[in-house]
């Protein structure tokens, strides 16, 4: 594939202002600016000054420095920290590589009525998730005729008070969010697969490759920036998963087991009523994330390719 | 992809496996829709009264829970349904229209500013919106927004995410097709019109999926803007019957079976074409 | 004769007055509630308000909106000064938040002092805050023994013979030798084992002005009174962590456990969710500590508050009074909702004793249980710092006990240690 970019040379006007190819492209994103400074540029002002204020109704706001901050130096957050990135770690692998697979089977043909699988792997992520969630709870029981300690005991091993600890919390939970996102990351790799040209499979077949060979050299390359894109919002999704934790531990979250970041911002902000705390916990968890998002993107070689 | 007749038998295992994987898969998405319907067709006390259970029981079994949704709290879910819809469908429409457009500018022009663009939009996306809720809340009262449609809509008129994803699939897109439409006499307009739309409807697929997926499970900031009961979203109904004191299962089941059926159908119904217009639109050559 | 006269001619008066403001134009209130039962309870005394000729006409806009999401809302409304409802149903665990700083709450004293001796006080001192009380409760929430007599029969046990948590544990012993069921559960995620209990032999989390109670001797001996039923097997972790899980629900409905200790309340989930212990349920006083305490203790609750910047204050106020604290708004109450009334007058009506769902149930003189323990439950500190204890309590305390059975000693220091340091 050719990736030099378009030469800005105007090859002609058409004596409208707005058709001049240097002027194209910021009409093109002039809506994300106005959308930005319209409505994101004040919420996020005004979190950021939160973050440094101690605010108890409208008019009791006052500034108080980096202590917000420096509160964030406790137990609780710690453990939020750790849950949150045990959980993304293993969102990452999971939900980057499951659906790969799946979307490979299906865009391949191997599968017998792919069309039909397509829709039913995308219905979870419409499934009401206070619903799943009470399905997940049951099966994954303390007690051992709970379902999932059936299966254990059959296999031979010990019951497990699944949602109680946290690894096995951590299982249910990365098991839940594959359940729920599963569909939807396949429809995101189905579509990079369908916008590989099918002759390129065609001269790699002539070239004699295998299978392997075929999956390295063509497929992967060719959805390479939907690759990017799958796990940028993964690892975003990882950290700042909150929903499907509410849904498996309700609001009981005991020993802190399924209690992320922005659970525990979550916390702070509305149960305790600290919005100045939850503002300097949400910055700090953005931080977190544009910087694991950057390290990501940078092995990846994201921005070689542009520059 | 040709396969050779050596390469038939292998091909006939390994389709069995596939479709043994496919279908392992696919019962592992259905289980909690199962329970779900099974559950709707039980009296409340009914359902926990056995743990996790699939059985049908046509002794307890029947639609009442269905006839009684239509008279629950004088009919309000119906209210709920077409607030979702409403709100889905505004989102998904706007929301495809712009993104698109930007994500294609980022990817395709070289232009001052367009790291700048591209590093705001991710920051936009990585922003975890709770934390906004309150100066967006004041936000929507200054702009009148509050208890309209529109206000639910505001924050996700340009989602960063679509646009991130737009920007990536244009990447693929081969450039002289640019030149191509250029030398043909198209405006840009045109090209992105007329060239681009068509080789993006996997990407437009993919984006509607999500975009009503999005939607159609919000809870929380359709909350914070609606001051009228009848403006509520599903998800929000649906999340009144689940309390520290006390649970309407009568009420929570058939409502989520009737969030999702409609929507299965449609999606089974558009499937046709929408598979036809997927194949259209990949790239040949 | 004159003065009969002038109060007839004054009496019209007010009557005249009144019905002027009646005819007027119905005065338009918001609501807003988590639970949707409550609102079957408003509409009725709504009914009855309009109904009398001399009160102003109400439209009242019910919004029931899930829990969390409501008091979110509550908060950011409060918060920016700007689009709160007129009344509002709080949750307990809520309600010091929204007593911070600038209170946007409205007093209900007028109506709450003049009958302070017929009410459950310690209720309401729940919601108040300087001597201002801001929130109405429905119920007094006391804490309860709930029996399994049929599974307790099995081993030969009278659970009317149990007076004191020692007799409960011995209880637990004979059973558990004779059937290998426990006699109790106890949350590991949630507070309503340890609170309650805790509350009942004397402790607290907090003093009124702040103070951490955590460690204090009385927690320390309750907690290992709970260890040592879960050490010989007695008592067991709750399946599913806590009393509202639908794990628990079914299995306690299978009979696999004698007893529940939960606040009254937790009548309708029997009704509603354990069908199969019908005619088997007796409520029961909680059993007594020998060293003194007391004989319940009040859980959760919801404090109805009007929004002071309400443009319908008054009419507020006096529609909370009438429906929540009236004679009529406690009996229908009970016949909705299946609460405890805060008004002591309505024990022993003859209003108080139709049939209905709950005596079907449970077959006895539910009430004949809660008179007797009335007139001793202590109050419950819910400060500022409340939903902070509680959550450290949900978290921690519970879980450290009941999953990990470490040492109590150590998990109240530790639990009152991470308290100070968050109150600093």
Same mark, same amino acid.
């Given at each position: 594939?050719?990736?030099?970019?378009?030469?800005?040379?105007?090859?002609?006007?058409?004596?409208?202002?707005?058709?001049?190819?240097?002027?194209?492209?910021?009409?093109?994103?002039?809506?994300?600016?106005?959308?930005?400074?319209?409505?994101?540029?004040?919420?996020?002002?005004?979190?950021?000054?939160?973050?440094?204020?101690?605010?108890?109704?409208?008019?009791?706001?006052?500034?108080?420095?980096?202590?917000?901050?420096?509160?964030?130096?406790?137990?609780?957050?710690?453990?939020?920290?750790?849950?949150?990135?045990?959980?993304?770690?293993?969102?990452?692998?999971?939900?980057?590589?499951?659906?790969?697979?799946?979307?490979?089977?299906?865009?391949?043909?191997?599968?017998?009525?792919?069309?039909?699988?397509?829709?039913?792997?995308?219905?979870?992520?419409?499934?009401?998730?206070?619903?799943?969630?009470?399905?997940?709870?049951?099966?994954?029981?303390?007690?051992?005729?709970?379902?999932?300690?059936?299966?254990?005991?059959?296999?031979?091993?010990?019951?497990?008070?699944?949602?109680?600890?946290?690894?096995?919390?951590?299982?249910?939970?990365?098991?839940?969010?594959?359940?729920?996102?599963?569909?939807?990351?396949?429809?995101?790799?189905?579509?990079?697969?369908?916008?590989?040209?099918?002759?390129?499979?065609?001269?790699?077949?002539?070239?004699?490759?295998?299978?392997?060979?075929?999956?390295?050299?063509?497929?992967?390359?060719?959805?390479?920036?939907?690759?990017?894109?799958?796990? *940028?919002?993964?690892?975003?999704?990882?950290?700042?998963?909150?929903?499907?934790?509410?849904?498996?531990?309700?609001?009981?979250?005991?020993?802190?087991?399924?209690?992320?970041?922005?659970?525990?911002?979550?916390?702070?902000?509305?149960?305790?009523?600290?919005?100045?705390?939850?503002?300097?916990?949400?910055?700090?968890?953005?931080?977190?994330?544009?910087?694991?998002?950057?390290?990501?993107?940078?092995?990846?070689?994201?921005?070689?390719?542009?520059? | 992809?040709?396969?050779?007749?050596?390469?038939?038998?292998?091909?006939?295992?390994?389709?069995?496996?596939?479709?043994?994987?496919?279908?392992?898969?696919?019962?592992? +998405?259905?289980?909690?829709?199962?329970?779900?319907?099974?559950?709707?067709?039980?009296?409340?006390?009914?359902?926990?009264?056995?743990?996790? *259970?699939?059985?049908?029981?046509?002794?307890?079994?029947?639609?009442?829970?269905? *006839?009684?949704?239509?008279?629950?709290?004088?009919?309000?879910?119906?209210?709920?349904?077409?607030?979702?819809?409403?709100?889905?469908?505004?989102?998904?429409?706007?929301?495809?229209?712009?993104?698109?457009?930007?994500?294609?500018?980022?990817?395709?022009?070289?232009?001052?500013?367009?790291?700048?663009?591209?590093?705001?939009?991710?920051?936009?996306?990585?922003?975890?919106?709770?934390?906004?809720?309150?100066?967006?809340?004041?936000?929507?009262?200054?702009?009148?927004?509050?208890?309209?449609?529109?206000?639910?809509?505001?924050?996700?008129? &340009?989602?960063?995410?679509?646009?991130?994803?737009?920007?990536?699939?244009?990447?693929?897109?081969?450039?002289?097709?640019?030149?191509?439409?250029?030398?043909?006499?198209?405006?840009?307009?045109?090209?992105?019109?007329?060239?681009?739309?068509?080789?993006?409807?996997?990407?437009?697929?993919?984006?509607?999926?999500?975009?009503?997926?999005?939607?159609?499970?919000?809870?929380?900031?359709?909350?914070?803007?609606?001051?009228?009961?009848?403006?509520?979203?599903?998800?929000?109904?649906?999340?009144?019957?689940?309390?520290?004191?006390?649970?309407?299962?009568?009420?929570?089941?058939?409502?989520?079976?009737?969030?999702?059926?409609?929507?299965?159908?449609?999606?089974?119904?558009?499937?046709?074409?929408?598979?036809?217009?997927?194949?259209?639109?990949?790239?040949?050559? | 004769?004159?003065?009969?006269?002038?109060?007839?001619?004054?009496?019209?008066?007010?009557?005249?007055?009144?019905?002027?403001?009646?005819?007027?134009?119905?005065?338009?209130?918001?609501?807003?509630?988590?639970?949707?039962?409550?609102?079957?309870?408003?509409?009725?005394?709504?009914?009855?308000?309009?109904?009398?000729?001399?009160?102003?006409?109400?439209?009242?806009?019910?919004?029931?909106?899930?829990?969390?999401?409501?008091?979110?809302?509550?908060?950011?409304?409060?918060?920016?000064?700007?689009?709160?409802?007129?009344?509002?149903?709080?949750?307990?665990?809520?309600?010091?938040?929204?007593?911070?700083?600038?209170?946007?709450? +409205?007093?209900?004293?007028?109506?709450?002092?003049?009958?302070?001796?017929?009410?459950?006080?310690?209720?309401?001192?729940?919601?108040?805050?300087?001597?201002?009380?801001?929130?109405?409760?429905?119920?007094?929430?006391?804490?309860?023994?709930?029996?399994?007599?049929?599974?307790?029969?099995?081993?030969?046990?009278?659970?009317? *013979?149990?007076?004191?948590?020692?007799?409960?544990?011995?209880?637990?012993?004979?059973?558990?030798?004779?059937?290998?069921?426990?006699?109790?559960?106890?949350?590991?995620?949630?507070?309503?084992?340890?609170?309650?209990?805790?509350?009942?032999?004397?402790?607290?989390?907090?003093?009124?002005?702040?103070?951490?109670?955590?460690?204090?001797?009385?927690?320390?001996?309750?907690?290992?009174?709970?260890?040592?039923?879960?050490?010989? !097997?007695?008592?067991?972790?709750?399946?599913?962590?806590?009393?509202?899980?639908?794990?628990?629900?079914?299995?306690?409905?299978?009979?696999?456990?004698?007893?529940?200790?939960?606040?009254?309340?937790?009548?309708?989930?029997?009704?509603?969710?354990?069908?199969?212990?019908?005619?088997?349920?007796?409520?029961?006083?909680?059993?007594?500590?020998?060293?003194?305490?007391?004989?319940?203790?009040?859980?959760?609750?919801?404090?109805?508050?009007?929004?002071?910047?309400?443009?319908?204050?008054?009419?507020?106020?006096?529609?909370?009074?009438?429906?929540?604290?009236?004679?009529?708004?406690?009996?229908?109450?009970?016949?909705?909702? !299946?609460?405890?009334?805060?008004?002591?007058?309505?024990?022993?009506?003859?209003?108080?004793?139709?049939?209905?769902?709950?005596?079907?149930?449970?077959?006895?003189?539910?009430?004949?249980?809660? +008179?007797?323990?009335?007139?001793?439950?202590?109050?419950?500190?819910?400060?500022?710092?409340?939903?902070?204890?509680?959550?450290?309590?949900?978290?921690?305390?519970?879980?450290?006990? &009941?999953?990990?059975?470490?040492?109590?000693?150590?998990?109240?220091?530790?639990?009152?240690?991470?308290?100070?340091?968050?109150?600093?």
């Amino acid at each position: 594939m050719q990736k030099d970019s378009v030469q800005q040379k105007p090859l002609r006007h058409r004596g409208s202002f707005l058709n001049d190819p240097r002027i194209v492209p910021y009409v093109l994103v002039a809506p994300f600016i106005i959308f930005f400074l319209v409505v994101y540029l004040y919420p996020l002002i005004m979190t950021i000054i939160m973050s440094f204020q101690k605010i108890d109704g409208p008019n009791h706001r006052e500034f108080i420095g980096l202590k917000n901050y420096l509160k964030l130096d406790t137990r609780d957050f710690r453990l939020a920290l750790q849950t949150s990135g045990r959980y993304a770690f293993w969102d990452l692998i999971v939900l980057t590589l499951v659906p790969l697979v799946i979307a490979c089977i299906l865009h391949s043909g191997l599968a017998k009525g792919s069309a039909f699988f397509k829709s039913l792997f995308f219905i979870p992520s419409l499934t009401s998730i206070i619903v799943a969630g009470i399905v997940f709870r049951l099966a994954f029981g303390t007690l051992e005729t709970a379902t999932m300690n059936r299966v254990m005991i059959a296999l031979g091993q010990k019951p497990i008070k699944w949602l109680s600890y946290a690894d096995s919390g951590n299982f249910v939970l990365i098991l839940l969010t594959l359940w729920r996102w599963n569909g939807v990351n396949i429809v995101y790799y189905l579509s990079g697969l369908q916008s590989i040209p099918t002759d390129y499979y065609e001269a790699a077949q002539i070239d004699g490759a295998n299978a392997i060979q075929k999956f390295t050299h063509v497929t992967l390359p060719g959805i390479r920036p939907v690759l990017i894109y799958v796990i *940028t919002i993964t690892v975003l999704g990882g950290f700042s998963m909150f929903t499907e934790s509410v849904a498996l531990w309700q609001q009981n979250n005991a020993g802190g087991v399924g209690r992320t970041i922005v659970g525990y911002m979550y916390m702070v902000g509305f149960k305790k009523n600290n919005f100045g705390l939850a503002s300097a916990v949400g910055l700090t968890l953005l931080a977190l994330v544009v910087a694991v998002n950057l390290i990501q993107l940078v092995l990846m070689g994201f921005f070689k390719k542009e520059d | 992809m040709a396969s050779n007749r050596i390469e038939g038998k292998k091909r006939a295992v390994l389709s069995i496996l596939a479709t043994a994987l496919m279908v392992l898969f696919a019962i592992f +998405a259905m289980v909690p829709f199962a329970f779900m319907f099974m559950s709707s067709l039980k009296p409340g006390a009914e359902m926990m009264r056995y743990g996790l *259970t699939l059985k049908f029981d046509p002794g307890i079994s029947s639609f009442q829970n269905y *006839t009684a949704l239509n008279t629950y709290r004088d009919g309000v879910y119906w209210h709920w349904y077409k607030s979702s819809a409403i709100i889905m469908v505004m989102q998904t429409a706007i929301g495809l229209f712009f993104s698109s457009l930007v994500g294609y500018g980022l990817a395709m022009y070289q232009f001052k500013g367009r790291n700048l663009v591209f590093s705001l939009v991710l920051i936009v996306m990585m922003l975890p919106f709770e934390i906004l809720l309150l100066p967006m809340y004041q936000l929507m009262i200054s702009m009148k927004l509050m208890n309209t449609y529109f206000g639910a809509v505001v924050p996700y008129l &340009v989602p960063p995410f679509m646009i991130f994803f737009f920007r990536q699939y244009c990447l693929g897109i081969p450039k002289e097709l640019m030149e191509a439409g250029r030398i043909d006499g198209c405006t840009d307009y045109g090209i992105f019109w007329r060239i681009m739309v068509p080789i993006l409807i996997p990407a437009f697929g993919a984006m509607t999926i999500l975009s009503c997926m999005n939607s159609w499970n919000n809870l929380l900031w359709p909350l914070i803007v609606m001051q009228d009961e009848k403006k509520f979203t599903i998800p929000i109904g649906m999340g009144t019957t689940i309390t520290p004191y006390g649970n309407a299962y009568d009420v929570l089941m058939p409502g989520a079976v009737m969030a999702v059926v409609p929507i299965i159908v449609i999606y089974l119904f558009a499937q046709k074409t929408f598979i036809a217009g997927l194949t259209a639109g990949s790239v040949k050559g | 004769m004159k003065k009969l006269l002038a109060v007839l001619l004054a009496l019209m008066l007010v009557a005249g007055m009144c019905s002027a403001l009646a005819e007027g134009e119905p005065v338009k209130l918001t609501l807003w509630t988590f639970q949707a039962l409550h609102t079957d309870l408003y509409k009725a005394m709504q009914e009855k308000w309009n109904a009398d000729p001399s009160k102003p006409t109400l439209e009242i806009d019910y919004q029931v909106m899930p829990y969390e999401e409501m008091h979110d809302k509550l908060t950011i409304a409060l918060q920016s000064g700007e689009g709160a409802p007129d009344l509002v149903d709080i949750e307990i665990n809520k309600f010091a938040n929204y007593l911070k700083g600038d209170i946007g709450l +409205a007093p209900m004293n007028e109506y709450v002092e003049p009958i302070e001796d017929h009410l459950v006080m310690s209720r309401l001192n729940n919601y108040a805050k300087d001597g201002k009380f801001y929130g109405i409760d429905h119920h007094i929430g006391a804490t309860v023994l709930f029996y399994n007599t049929a599974l307790l029969e099995e081993a030969g046990i009278d659970y009317t *013979t149990i007076k004191t948590w020692d007799d409960f544990h011995e209880a637990g012993k004979v059973l558990l030798e004779k059937t290998g069921k426990p006699m109790v559960v106890w949350e590991s995620a949630d507070c309503w084992s340890v609170y309650p209990i805790v509350n009942q032999h004397g402790g607290d989390w907090l003093t009124p002005d702040g103070k951490v109670r955590m460690d204090e001797p009385v927690v320390i001996d309750t907690l290992k009174f709970m260890k040592s039923m879960l050490d010989d !097997g007695t008592a067991m972790a709750c399946p599913g962590g806590n009393t509202h899980s639908e794990e628990f629900w079914g299995w306690m409905n299978g009979g696999n456990c004698a007893s529940v200790s939960m606040p009254f309340w937790y009548l309708d989930r029997f009704t509603n969710y354990m069908p199969d212990l019908k005619g088997k349920m007796k409520v029961a006083a909680m059993p007594l500590w020998p060293d003194g305490g007391h004989k319940s203790a009040q859980m959760g609750g919801t404090g109805t508050a009007v929004v002071a910047s309400s443009p319908n204050v008054e009419v507020a106020k006096e529609f909370l009074a009438f429906a929540c604290l009236s004679f009529d708004g406690c009996v229908t109450t009970w016949k909705i909702c !299946g609460f405890d009334p805060i008004l002591k007058d309505v024990y022993g009506s003859e209003e108080m004793k139709e049939p209905n769902v709950f005596f079907d149930y449970y077959d006895q003189d539910i009430f004949a249980v809660l +008179a007797g323990v009335l007139d001793d439950i202590p109050d419950t500190c819910i400060s500022e710092y409340f939903p902070t204890a509680s959550d450290i309590v949900k978290t921690q305390m519970a879980y450290r006990l &009941v999953e990990l059975m470490e040492d109590p000693e150590q998990i109240a220091k530790d639990c009152a240690e991470e308290l100070r340091s968050q109150i600093d």
